[in-house]
C-alpha cells in the first residue's frame, strides 16, 4: 500500500494558523496527510483558547507545550523550553516527510533547531516583519 506523504505545520498564534490554512487545505486534496501542531497562544486562555478552532478545522490537530504561561520573558522561554523538550519524540513518532513553519516566532526557532538536528526538511513561510515584539531579537 502507498501511504500519502505526511505534513506537519507547527503554528503558536492565530495569524499564521489563518494564513496558512488555504495552503494545507491545498495540501490534503493532494493526497498528503496534515498534521496541525498547535502550541503557544493557540493554548492560552487570554489569546481565546484557539486550539478548538484548529482542531475543528483539522481533527487529526495535537497540542504541544504548556497552557499557563506566565505572561513575563521568564514565563515564555520557560514554555518555549517545553515545547523544545516534547517535540522531538513527538517527531520521532509521528515521522513527518516535512515540517512546516509560519513566522519567526519563538515556537518557529525552536522547531527549526529540532528540525535541523533530527535531519527533518523545513518549509518556512513569512518571517522578518517588525512588529516590536521579544521575537524580534
Known amino acids: 500500500m502507498n501511504e500519502s506523504?505526511?505534513?506537519l505545520f507547527v503554528t503558536g498564534k492565530r495569524g499564521g494558523f489563518d494564513a496558512m490554512v488555504p495552503t494545507l487545505q491545498h495540501l490534503e486534496t493532494c493526497g498528503w496527510n496534515v498534521v496541525v501542531v498547535a502550541t503557544d497562544q493557540h493554548l492560552q486562555p487570554e489569546f481565546g483558547y484557539t486550539f478548538d478552532d484548529v482542531k475543528r478545522q483539522f481533527p487529526r490537530a495535537?497540542?504541544?507545550?504548556v497552557s499557563d504561561v506566565q505572561m513575563s520573558a521568564l514565563g515564555r522561554a520557560e514554555a518555549l523550553g517545553v515545547f523544545r523538550q516534547d517535540f522531538p519524540s513527538f517527531l520521532q513518532t509521528m515521522s513527518p516527510d516535512v515540517v512546516l513553519i509560519y513566522g519567526d516566532r519563538g515556537e518557529s526557532l525552536e522547531a527549526a533547531a529540532v528540525c535541523t538536528i533530527l535531519g527533518i526538511p523545513i518549509a518556512h513561510f513569512q518571517g522578518g516583519d517588525v512588529t516590536g515584539s521579544v521575537d524580534e531579537q
Open 5 to 7: 506523504r505526511k505534513a
Open 62 to 65: 495535537k497540542a504541544l507545550g
